[in-house]
């Protein structure tokens, strides 16, 4: 069942350690199948270098186990919540991936302030504000993914895909579980670098807007002239 | 004579190279066995590629070597007076980590600034004081560990599982040798993550108390549904 | 077709994988032959662990491609036009190396602040100002080159072997593709040297004139005596 | 000839990339045999990596080339001054390390701030003025030496082994050539802890006196008890 997505979120999960985005085992990476509403995501817990096809767990949209002997992350409810209100994701990563972390911890979103942020984030990366008492006790994971929906009132998702949460760490998406993952460490670097040129210039203001514009826009959208076309695919 | 424990301490000093936490000879791990009361430890100086299950020098809770040619680590008391008065740990582990070795040279204890953090310790880190020119001549890896009980006096161990020694160092602990390394990591994390997001923000406030207590509780307790629950096996 | 200066630009372009300037496919290097005015760059958006000599695409001075079946990279024109206008290199590397990104992000450029910076660069390493909104509308990639010969009126391209961009990153050049990596990875080494320098001692001069010579001098030049001189061949 | 010397200068010379010490050439080693009065050292701007043992130069007191086919390294003049005048060491060490060279180039020496530079460093790191013009003419490299030795007034190398040039590096030295890069290594973690521990706390004072103490002689002098001790060898 879902074999082929089975394996890519397996990969996926993979690429959290050879990116070194991730300690122990702190990050976790899912897939949808938009045909049939099901989720495949990472089992809680298990290490990422002992992980095989068969530990994949599978649910619906409801978070009912479809398919799976081990329980899925932790973090299950987040996920399903996404899918279901960005609709045109195709994958999700959570790590604690130390910079875009750093700046979760300090409540701070991340404006743009180079051309590497622009080449994958089209504009500011945003924080969220923490969970009430009553919203945590009501049910931490999925309120984490309400938290998040609410944040992104008036953004479009797949623009600007991945989002801090307070006090906590950056969850990313993307078309498939791989670029999900490669979001993320986009965000690791883009953070890195934004943290070090602050501290080398406090004042720092974000990169003008027409070379926002023309980075977002050269790599993404119907006039994108960045990799290599090639017809019947996607780039 | 207590192979199985010999080789998880083995193992888990090969695991400080593994995760990073060692230059040179610079950390030790030990484990105790709670029925015999008997403590193994890494022999002092040795480097780990080159260490053996032969190696490891067994002790009992005086500090009598019971078995082993190699001379103990020279921080042996100190991981004795540790097993004598906290009594629901199984190894302990010493390093001089980087981000945590600067908080403790820094003389900073470390609140809790991130779900990271309240994943695995439950509240602030603690750092002790400097030891008098009096304890340091009297014995000073004895009057470390002292020095350790009394700054955990209210504290409880199993929760907070590890210390910053003022001007030196870690230490962790935890419920075997491989516990007490991945908190020693977890704590490595945890302190750089923190020296960052301080620089970031250096009026920092600690995470909300309602989401320490779940993210803690989530892992931690009776009502933990982290990771996999194998019936007779704790997780 | 040049076939040997492929292969060097395979090469180097790899190099930027083990020297650990690159995230993703964010870097490109090109060479020149300069008796046939031909220019071999990478193809765009293609891993450099996947890249084979075939993939190198060959492109006169106009930008028009003489061989190769993959678009070459986005950054082409920019190269170009540097080959245009500096005549003694013979390489250009264009990477999103950490620290080199983080001085063009907060638009500085990098005082000679120690004898690391000049061994290989000869005084201030420049950064450019901001592209306007014409300019990147009429051609971003031809007028960032533009922008680099206009910041080098004055300066000797041959002894300042690189720039940073402003909001983007560094461009750095040499007499090969290799030269050009070699000096990409000297930046960024100066770079990341340069913030911490200036973190610990804000008012940091730069590095007395009668330093800057010497070091300089005895490594480049006629009476330069650093490393191996062997008849007929350059060092 | 000094096959067994050219042997550990060779290996000691590998050992700056194992411990990550190096950029491409910017490092030597070299180590002297005391009966014969003759220095081996690494030839100039060789690759680690393809350094073979008839490539080490060896030369005499006087800096006369006594055997090898390559030039020694430039900085050659330096270590036969210092060879000269500390009579009781048997290596010397120089490299470009991070964050040594940062104190370097902000011109700070490096207190004792903590246990791990206590243990292998008796007090203050020193940091150098900088050369005079006149200096630098006369004759660079052997001013660099005689400059170390003039810092060394009233100091002891045997137990602060090593020192900062201003706007350059660090050399360092030992009992042995191996012993020399081993204390680069310490040099350099004590440097990156020292660095942050002052970002961390601005004031932060050096560590209680009788704590740098009781730490330096554990390891060495007569009464030191760390590592293991055999008959008939040096520990």
Redesign the interface.
């Known amino acids: 069942m879902l074999e082929e997505l089975k394996q890519k979120v397996l990969k996926a999960n993979q690429n959290l350690v050879k990116y070194n985005l991730v ?2 085992t ?1 990050g976790n990476v899912s897939g949808i199948d938009r045909k049939k509403n099901l989720v495949v995501i990472k ?4 290490d990422y270098d002992k992980l095989k096809i068969e530990d994949m767990v599978v649910l619906d949209l409801n978070g009912k186990i479809v398919e799976g002997k ?2 899925p992350s ?1 973090d299950t409810p987040t996920h399903i919540e996404l899918y279901k209100n960005f609709k045109n994701i195709g994958g999700i990563t959570h790590s ?1 991936s ?2 875009a ?8 979103d991340i404006p743009c ?4 942020h622009a080449d994958h984030f089209y504009g500011t990366i945003p924080v969220t504000r ?4 009553k919203e ?2 009501e049910g ?1 994971e999925l309120n984490t993914g309400k938290l998040i929906v609410e944040r992104f009132k008036g953004l479009d998702p797949v623009v600007t895909p991945g989002v801090l949460l307070a ?3 950056p969850f990313t998406w993307g078309s498939s579980p791989a670029e999900s993952v ?1 979001n993320n ?2 965000l690791e ?1 883009v953070a ?10 406090p004042k ?1 203001k974000a ?2 807007e ?2 926002i514009n ?1 980075h977002y826009l ?1 790599k993404h959208g119907p006039n994108s ?5 090639k017809p019947g695919k996607k ?1």
């Open positions: 300690t122990l702190w089992p809680s817990g298990v081990l329980r932790s604690h130390t910079y972390t750093i700046f979760a911890q300090a409540c701070k302030y180079g051309t590497t923490f969970l009430t008492k945590v006790e931490y006090g906590h760490a490669k460490l986009v670097r890195e670098m934004a943290f070090a040129a602050l501290q080398l210039n720092l990169l003008p027409h070379i023309k050269r002239y960045y990799g290599q076309i780039k």
